[in-house]
């Protein structure tokens, strides 16, 4: 099985971002037999026209995967601009995917709705991202729910061109990730860097204690038993735990546990968990040659595979 997923350099890692998406990935490279793990810093143009921005996020994203336990000796990871076939393939299926079924797409009119340019590339995101999936067959590309139309979008388009051009990409069989648990912001709404409400990885000391110690909580006073299936601190604190710590911890809120006992908790097991991480970024920070020799062989890696695919298609195609 081959697993496949891009990543969109957008700036400070947080829980939500984590227990939605990071952790999952890590166990899914931990089971495939091959799996490939890109930053979209061709995608990120649509919405980055900051040279120095784009610099910067796309390496930040690159230190937090690892740091996080991306496996280079596992996983192929690698900068999607480093292999110049995703764009080539793009402008491919560019001349088979019809107008009609971009226009549907529902994240371009909510980007162009948020004030994002509506440029030809942020119009034409999902055949870069079919070409992203379709070159490397991939049968299994974990994505969060708001990506589902795009993936359906990519088997959409491999379908017309095997109808164009005969039976030359695999259609992909994209399984949705299963439903993970929306994590909780400081206010209590979705974990999002949009909201501002966010819980960082890797951000200063100060900045998660001000986080946790800033999460909101009813009036219950101090001794009166709380209920953990609405306290934002119990819903955070329970991704961290197993689920004997969860009913302790749970039993421990109904018992009277105090709010500001409860964060402090939370923040100590915060740091506890990331700590290794957050040392291992560090270190990774100090050695950018060794970071970026993994994105160059994961380059050549991927770049091997994407250009049996673009041979297919070449001739399929008659450019060769
Ligand atoms: P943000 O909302 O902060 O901009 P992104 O949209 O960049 O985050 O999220 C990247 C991935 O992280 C998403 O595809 C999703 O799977 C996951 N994710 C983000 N926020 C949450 C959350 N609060 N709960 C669960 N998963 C999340
Ligand atoms: N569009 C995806 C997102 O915003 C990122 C992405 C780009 C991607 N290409 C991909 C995800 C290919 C999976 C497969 O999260």
């Known amino acids: 099985m081959r697993v496949l997923s891009g990543i969109q350099p957008s700036g400070q890692l947080h829980l939500g971002n984590y227990f939605g998406s990071i952790r999952p990935n890590l166990e899914y490279a931990q089971k495939a037999g091959s799996s ?23 390496l930040d994203t690159v230190l937090d995967y690892l740091a996080c336990g991306f496996d280079p000796e596992k996983s192929v990871l690698y900068f999607q601009s480093d292999v110049p076939f995703h764009a080539e393939l793009a402008w491919i299926l560019s001349t088979v995917t019809p107008m009609g079924l971009l226009e549907r797409a529902v994240s371009y009119k909510e980007k162009v709705e948020k004030g994002i340019a509506a440029s030809v590339g942020l119009f034409a995101y999902p055949v870069l991202m079919a ?3 379709l070159l490397y067959a991939a049968d299994l590309v974990p994505v969060g729910k708001d990506q589902k139309q795009h993936l359906e979008m990519a088997r959409d388009i491999a379908v017309k061109f095997n109808r164009a051009y005969g039976e030359t990409l695999v259609v992909p069989e994209p399984l949705i990730r299963a439903e993970v648990a ?12 949009s909201y501002g409400n966010i819980i960082p990885l890797f951000g200063s000391e100060e900045a998660v204690k001000k986080a946790v ?12 038993p709380k209920d953990p299936d609405t306290c934002v601190i ?20 109904r018992g009277g546990l105090a709010y500001g006992e409860a964060k402090k908790r939370l923040l100590q097991t915060v740091f506890d968990h990331f700590a290794p991480m957050r040392k291992r970024r560090d270190d990774l920070k100090k050695n950018m040659r060794y970071v970026e020799q993994i994105m160059s062989e994961g380059a050549k890696k991927a770049g ?14 008659g450019l060769r």
């Open 131 to 133: 070409a992203d999936i």
């Open 36 to 58: 490939f793990y890109f930053v979209a810093d061709l995608h990120a143009l649509t919405t980055i026209h900051d040279p120095e921005e784009l610099r910067r996020l796309r």
């Open 234 to 253: 119990f819903q955070i604190h329970k991704l961290f735990l197993d689920d004997g710590g969860r009913k302790t911890l749970a039993a421990e809120y």
């Open 213 to 224: 110690m800033g999460i909101v909580t009813d009036s219950k006073g101090v001794n009166d």
């Open 182 to 193: 929306v994590v909780p912001g400081a206010d209590g709404q979705k974990m999002s860097k």
């Open 304 to 317: 091997i595979i994407a250009l049996e695919t673009m041979e297919r298609v070449r001739q399929a195609t």
